[in-house]
Structure formats: structure tokens, C-alpha cells
């Protein structure tokens, strides 16, 4: 157990909803970072989230947003559902932003299925 | 460009070999590199991370080294159990800079 927790663990809708994922950071760290994994594919950095600000953007589509609370929790809107938004999606998270500070611990992810 | 490959793409193997993972980088000023384990549908786990100055470092069965010089990793898996089956992730970090390079991975599968 990694100490990161994101819900819903899976999540089924339609194209063109709107959809929101949670991630709960390790205690401790500031920095959320968001990937996205389609099928048979490596990790897609999509956008990462240090102490309530904006960090680092990834390929992130318009469509997709994302957020981090004071309480350090972040949360990744998708709108505009398409068929290609299924994926596994992914937040990790570490106690800095570079270097041996920035290992990420990643949560068990959240499985999109958009029909 | 900083990029990440690795090779084999995929591997089959029998249970209770051993068996060796590339990775090759041009991600530059290095800071260090992590080796990470996906099992399908889960997220990765670090197994090692090693910067610059070690050469190698383990971690059980699994013992990763690093050349900075050629810029080159590899992850050893000795007496490989069923339980190693998943994808070996190569992540390199930059100095100074907080995106990962992710390579794609391999995928190992160990047959009894």
C-alpha cells in the first residue's frame, strides 16, 4: 500500500459526460502528479499539482482539468467524454518537486470506461 | 530531446531463470533513475533508485546498475518467480527539472 488513495476505483459512463477523479496524496507530500495509461500503452504524464498550484503540464487535452485543495487532495475533471478517454488513470504523489524529493508513489488508479 | 528506451519490449521466461532488462537514456543533466513494477491493472512500485555516483544497487532478488557514463541501466532478475510477472518501468529524472521521463516498459512474463 503506497499511502495514495483515489475513488472511485472504477467508473463507467457515456460519451460526452462529465466524470471527476479523486486522489488523496501520502501524508506529507505536496506535489499530485496525474497520468494517464490506455490499453497495452506506458504511463502518459497528463499534469502535476505542488502545494495548491500548477506545476508541470503534460499532454493534457483540453477537455481534461485538474485541481489541488488546501488539504492537498486533488481531483481531475473529464468532460466531453470520448470513446478514447478509456483508460486507466493514475495519481502519484511526492514530498518535493525535483531530484530524489520528487520519487513518486503511486495510487491503484482509477479505471475509466467510457461507453 | 530527453527519451527513455527499453528493450526487450516483451519477454517470456521460465520460472527460476534469471534474466536482464535494458533501458537507455538521453535525458541530460542526469539526476537519477528508478526502476518501477507495474502488475497489470495496478499502479507501479518503485523497486530501486539510484543517482549518479552508484553503479548498483539492489533490492532482493532484483539488483539494478547504472552506467552514467554510457547512459545506460539494466535490471537483473535472479530465480525469477511467477509473482515477477508484470511491466519493468525505467524513469529518469533530470536535474533541476520536474518531469519524469517514462520509458514504455517491458513486459515479463514467467511461464512454470
Known amino acids: 500500500d503506497s499511502g495514495v488513495t483515489q475513488t472511485p476505483k472504477h467508473l463507467i459512463t457515456a460519451t460526452g459526460q462529465r466524470v471527476t477523479l479523486r486522489c488523496s496524496p501520502r501524508?506529507?507530500?505536496?506535489?499530485v502528479y496525474w497520468y494517464q495509461q490506455s490499453l497495452d500503452q506506458g504511463l502518459q504524464f497528463l499534469i502535476q499539482y505542488y502545494n495548491g498550484e500548477e506545476r508541470a503540464k503534460g499532454n493534457i487535452l483540453e477537455r481534461f482539468s485538474a485541481q489541488q485543495f488546501p488539504d492537498l487532495h486533488s481531483e481531475l475533471n473529464l468532460s466531453s467524454l470520448e470513446l478514447g478517454d478509456s483508460a486507466l488513470y493514475f495519481c502519484a504523489s511526492s514530498v518535493g518537486t525535483s531530484g530524489l524529493y520528487n520519487e513518486q508513489f503511486f495510487g491503484p488508479g482509477t479505471r475509466l470506461t467510457v461507453l | 530531446k530527453n527519451q527513455v528506451e527499453q528493450s526487450p519490449q516483451s519477454l517470456i521466461i521460465l520460472e527460476g531463470k534469471n534474466c536482464t532488462l535494458q533501458c537507455n537514456y538521453t535525458v541530460s543533466p542526469f539526476s537519477n533513475l528508478r526502476w518501477y513494477k507495474q502488475d497489470t491493472g495496478r499502479g507501479p512500485v518503485s523497486l530501486t533508485i539510484?543517482?549518479?555516483?552508484?553503479n548498483t544497487k539492489s533490492n532482493g532478488r532484483y539488483t539494478a546498475t547504472l552506467d552514467a557514463d554510457t547512459k545506460q541501466s539494466s535490471l537483473h532478475i535472479t530465480a525469477s518467480q511467477l509473482s515477477d510477472s508484470a511491466s519493468y518501468i525505467c524513469v529518469v529524472s533530470a536535474f533541476g527539472n520536474e518531469k519524469l521521463t517514462f520509458g514504455t516498459g517491458t513486459r515479463l512474463t514467467i511461464i512454470p
Open positions: 539510484m543517482t549518479f555516483s552508484e
Open positions: 501524508s506529507g507530500d505536496l506535489s
